[in-house]
Each structure stands twice: as C-alpha cells, then as structure tokens.
C-alpha cells in the first residue's frame, strides 16, 4: 500500500469511527443530557409553585377556613331554604314586597366546575331606600350569595315605586371536595 | 519475563561443521531428541547467509526437525576472550564501566564487536568478569542464515564455555572440529578461556600435532594463568569433535606430560549449547547484558491513538462527573419536590376552589356601588329618571332614561363618561316621547369597575 493510499485509507477510518462515534455516543450523550436538563427545569418550576403554595399554607387554609365559617355548605336543601329564608327576611326589613321567589330545583355545577349552583329568581316592588336596603343585605350576605343579574324599572314616570328583577346563585360545596379539602363540607 | 522456548535446537557451529541436537525441557535436564551433523564449508555463511540458511533448511527437513528456535555455540576460532577485574559495584555500573573499557581496549568499540560476560571469581577483591566478543557483523550473517533455515536465533555462545560448564575445576582442553580451546576453572567458574589453533583432523595420524597441540596448552596454562597465581588444579580433555578413543588417548598422554594426568570426557557441543541457554549469567551474545538497551519508541501511530485515548478518558471523565452533577441535581430536587407534592396538591385544590368561591364571597358583583356612582353622576339642574337599569354580574349595564330636553341628556352623558368608575360609555338609542317634543328617551350602556381595593 502507497502512502498516499495509507493516508487516504487513514482519513476513511477516522472519519467512519468519528461519524459513528458521533452517531452511538454523541448524539445520545447530548439527548440523554437535554433530557435531563428538560426533566430539571419543569422540576424547577413544579417545586418553585408547590414552595409558593406550601409558603403560603396558613394564608391558604384560613381564607378557606373562613369561607366554610361563613356558610359554605355541603347540603342543596339547607342552602336552598336559608337563601329563600334570608331573602324573605331582607325584603320584610326593607318594605320591599316580593311578587315572585323561586329557587331552581336542581343544582348545576358552576363555570369552574368546583361547586354547585343553586340559581333563585326574583321579582319584587319598593321604593329606591327598600331597593337599596334590600341589595345591601344580599351584598354583605354572610353565606355565599351572588347578584347574577339585576334589572331595576321604574313603571310610571309619576310613581316612586321600582320594579326590582333579580337573579342570585349560592353554592354549596359538592360531598366529593369534602374528602379533600380542609375542614370538609360544614 | 521473557518466554523461555522448552523446545529447540541446540547447534554448534565450527568452520567445518554443524552438529544439531533437538531437544525438550529447560536447563540440564533438557532431554535429548534426534541429533545430526553437517558436513559443510560454515565460512561460507558470512559470505551467502541466505545460501547457507536454505542448505541448512533442507537439512532440517530431511532429518525432520520441528524446533522453530535455535541456542548455538560457535567454535573458539570465531570469538574472542577477554578478562576483566573492575569494582565491585551493582550491575548497572559494572556494565557501564565494562562498556568504558571496552571502548578504551578495542579500536571499534561495541560498534564493531558485541561483548557478553559472564562472572569469574573475584581476585584480589575485585570482580573478575570473562568477556567474550564477536565481530557484529557476523552475528548479523548468522541471524540471517538462521532465518533463511526458518530458525529463530535465541542464544548464541562459545562451544568451549557451554561444554565446561559444570566440569570439575582445572584446566579443560576443548577439542573442536576445527581447533581446540583451553578453559581454566576455579569456584565451578570460567576464569580463563584462550583458543588454541589446532589441527584436530590431524590428531590421529600425526604426533606433531598433539605434540604442538600439548604446549600450546602447558604454554596458556603457565604464562597467562601462572602469572595470576592461579593453580592449575586437574586436566581434562574434553572431545567434542568426535574423535576416535585411540586419538583422545594418544591426545590426553601427550598434554599428561606437561600436567602429569590428564582424564578425557567426551562432549556434546550442540547438546550443551542447548542446555546452556536461559541460565542465568551465562553469555548470550543475542541478548547480551552490556547491549544498549534503547527505550521503545513509541510509534507514531501509536502516540497518536494514545493522545486520542487520553483525550477520550479525559472527555468521558468530563461527560461522566457532569453527568452526575445533572442527575444529582435532578434527584435532589424531586426528593424536595416529593417532600412536598402531597401538601402542594392539595394546596393547589384548595386554592383553585378558594378562588372559585370567592364571587360568592369576597369579589361579590359591585351591584349597590354601581347604583351609587350612577347617582354622582346625575345632573343637578333639569330634570331626568331612570326609567329601568340592568346589570349583570360582570358590571356591564344598560340604562334606560328620560329627560326633559336634550341638553340635560348630553350633560348626564358627560357626566357618567368623566367618571372614572364607568367605562365604555355609549348611547344607543335616542327617541322624542310623551306630551312635550323636547322630552327625549334614550339608552346608555357602561360598564361598572369599581376603584381597586373596594370590594363587598
């Protein structure tokens, strides 16, 4: 063999055992590492949200504690009847006169699907003050109460009396939440 | 340790002959196989090694020998003794110092002549070493005779040494095919060795010869021997050109003249030389202890796969600790991370649901502060009322007013459009309605944000 061909034969042999080694050893080297490092940072990030949140536990659980204090319940029936309750209350307190009250019999799931809703129409008459009583209380509820919708009209342009449309939800707290989360459904 | 070859040829080599031997085992008690002499001019071998080497080929086939290496002993003409007292010192510096003299001794050095010694006893407290030189060139011619016979050289010595090795100490007569060599012994060790030109063919017939051959060795024996001290103890006759007995007697009476005996043992050269070979001090002028042994350069070839090794190890060395830091990394932060993935879960659940039921709590539509800011932005002169409002939970309402006269209208527009509570603001419908043509109905949509902070 020439040293010309030796050469050339060399360079062919380096050049195969280079492709190869980058093929067998390189490249699964650099994926096992890129792999590694990928497994790394969304670790990173998964620990650095469960520190915030293990950080902030007793934040968490009072808030939530606090909540379930102020009425959250686990029971559609008894949520259902102390809304209705309450509202009768409120407008007898604020001279407002009920014409209609109805709750939904089923409860549907919210938007968020965490809690279930229980939706309540009503319409009632009163002046502006019994108005305004009236929504300060559903306002500063202490249960879970929400104006959905409120569509107040006035009938006659010389009468002070108001038509008052509401729509209200309450949530109750489904049994299967209950097993997970702090102080279960009250 | 290099490999010692159990089964070879022993072979010594005279100007006339070549005796072969093949044997098994190491040392002396290496067996003796088949054995064969070879009538031949050996002094053509320095002049057609290759010729010499394919004669010496077909001789091996014919007589069927297998052994692949060869330990040869030449005969006493070919070499040339020598002794040497130097200090006692360890064997580096002992060869350093016999390499000096034999520089300052010889006009060729070591270039020309390949040197090997071997230990005699120590006189006058210094060591006593008997050298034993051969032109390089023709070791070379031998190598190559014996590689052309397919043989490997892997011992080369004296005749007259190897078959004194072991004989009683006194003065030995070596007789060879071609000549005769005299080796005096003291301590089982070779003190002095001297060849002695001697027509062994002619020792039968003629007296003269062992006449010559007899003083020669009384002269060696007296002059260099007698000048050292040294006593001459017994002498032999050893034959290892394969006299008759009548020759070795007629041989031994005429050297018991000068010594007073003489007692004759045959000799088997070739035998010997294959005995010889391996033992430890012995002379090997193939693998000679004063050689220049140079440090193995490594190719470069090999220098460069070595580098490329090196850098491998290196860069796996690399590869391997930072693969570690990155899983040791990895593994600390998920056994954190599972130290707290319980409590985090069911942080997160409760957060999400904390966060679903805060409409129902703290972030209740702004439904009375919406009415209220409605109510700031009535105009004080003219007259207007709200004939409905609706909102719904995300603060978006939608007005329905009447007014005594447009102005009053666009004044109330300006109004809820400067608040800085009520975005997009807009008028939608316009109509002239009831007893008077300036009273107008109209509809504003807008929607509520409440300032940040204020929350039911």
């Known amino acids: ?186 | 340790m290099a490999k010692k070859h159990t089964h070879r040829l022993g072979v010594a080599l005279t100007e006339r002959s070549v005796r072969l031997v093949e044997v098994r085992g190491l040392g002396q008690s290496a067996k003796p196989g088949k054995a064969s002499a070879l009538e031949v001019d050996v002094t053509a071998l320095f002049d057609d090694p290759a010729g010499f080497g394919r004669l010496l080929r077909e001789h091996l086939e014919q007589q069927a020998y297998t052994a692949k290496h060869v330990a040869v002993g030449l005969c006493s003409r070919w070499v040339l003794p020598r002794v040497m007292s130097v200090v006692k010192t360890n064997d580096d510096a002992t060869v350093g110092i016999v390499r000096l003299r034999i520089e300052q001794d010889f006009a060729g050095g070591q270039s020309d002549l390949v040197f090997d010694y071997q230990d005699a006893p120590e006189q006058g407290g210094q060591r006593s070493l008997l050298l034993v030189g051969v032109p390089a060139r023709r070791i070379e011619k031998i190598i190559e005779a014996f590689a052309a016979a397919g043989l490997d050289l892997i011992a080369l010595g004296a005749t007259a040494l190897d078959v004194t090795s072991g004989v009683d100490d006194g003065v030995s007569v070596v007789l060879e095919d071609d000549g005769a060599a005299v080796v005096h012994q003291a301590e089982a060790k070779a003190t002095h060795f001297a060849p002695l030109p001697c027509g062994t063919a002619r020792l039968a017939a003629v007296d003269a010869e062992r006449e010559r051959l007899a003083s020669g060795v009384l002269r060696i024996a007296t002059t260099a021997w007698g000048s050292t001290g040294g006593t001459v103890g017994r002498t032999q006759l050893l034959d290892a050109a394969g006299l008759n007995e009548a020759t070795r007697a007629a041989t031994a009476d005429a050297i018991e003249k000068g010594f007073g005996s003489c007692t004759i043992r045959p000799a088997d050269a070739a035998l010997e030389a294959a005995r010889r070979y391996g033992k430890p001090g012995t002379i090997n002028l193939i693998d000679s202890k004063l050689a220049l042994r140079p440090t193995r350069r490594m190719p470069g070839y090999a220098k460069w796969l070595a580098r490329a090794a090196v850098l491998l190890l290196l860069a796996g060395g690399v590869v391997g600790y930072l693969w570690m830091d990155v899983n040791q990394k990895r593994d600390t932060l998920q056994a954190e991370y599972d130290a707290i993935e319980g409590s985090a879960e069911r942080l997160t659940l409760v957060r999400q649901d904390t966060k679903a039921a805060a409409g129902w709590f703290d972030e209740r539509p702004p439904v009375l502060d919406c009415l209220l800011e409605l109510t700031h932005t009535f105009p004080t002169r003219g007259r207007i009322w709200v004939t409905s409002l609706t909102l719904d939970e995300n603060a978006s309402g939608v007005l329905n007013c009447r007014a005594d006269d447009e102005e009053t209208m666009w004044r109330y527009l300006r109004a809820m459009q400067e608040s800085s509570a009520l975005t997009d603001v807009a008028l939608h419908q316009q109509n002239t309605a009831g007893r008077s043509d300036s009273d107008l109905v109209f509809e504003v949509t807008f929607t509520y944000h409440p300032p940040t902070g204020e929350s039911h």
Not at chain 1, 80 to 92: N, V
Not at chain 1, 97 to 107: P, V
Not at chain 1, 124 to 146: K, M, N, Y
Request: charged letters at 25%.
């Open chain 1, 1 to 186: 063999m020439s040293s010309r061909e030796k050469t050339l034969a060399i360079a062919v042999a380096a050049l195969v055992v280079g492709v190869l080694g980058y093929l067998l050893v390189v490249v699964p080297v650099v994926d096992a590492f890129g792999r590694v490092s990928d497994e790394t940072v969304e670790l990173e990030t998964e620990l650095n949200k469960a520190r915030v949140l293990v950080d902030n536990q007793t934040l968490i659980e009072r808030r939530w504690a606090g909540y379930q204090r102020a009425g959250l319940r686990a029971d559609a029936f008894d949520a259902r009847s102390r809304t209705q309750e309450s509202i009768t209350q409120w407008s007898a307190a604020s001279r407002l006169n009920i014409k209609h009250l109805e709750a939904s019999n089923r409860a549907g799931r919210s938007s968020d699907e965490s809690f279930e809703e229980i939706t309540f129409r009503m319409s009632a008459t009163g002046s502006i003050r019994s108005l305004q009583h009236f929504l300060e209380h559903v306002s500063t509820a202490p249960f879970p109460l929400r104006i959905v919708d409120c569509s107040i009209t006035n009938r006659r342009q010389d009468d002070d009396d108001l038509d008052l449309n509401l729509t209200l939800t309450t949530i109750i707290q489904p049994n299967d939440s209950a097993d997970v989360l702090p102080g279960g459904a009250s």
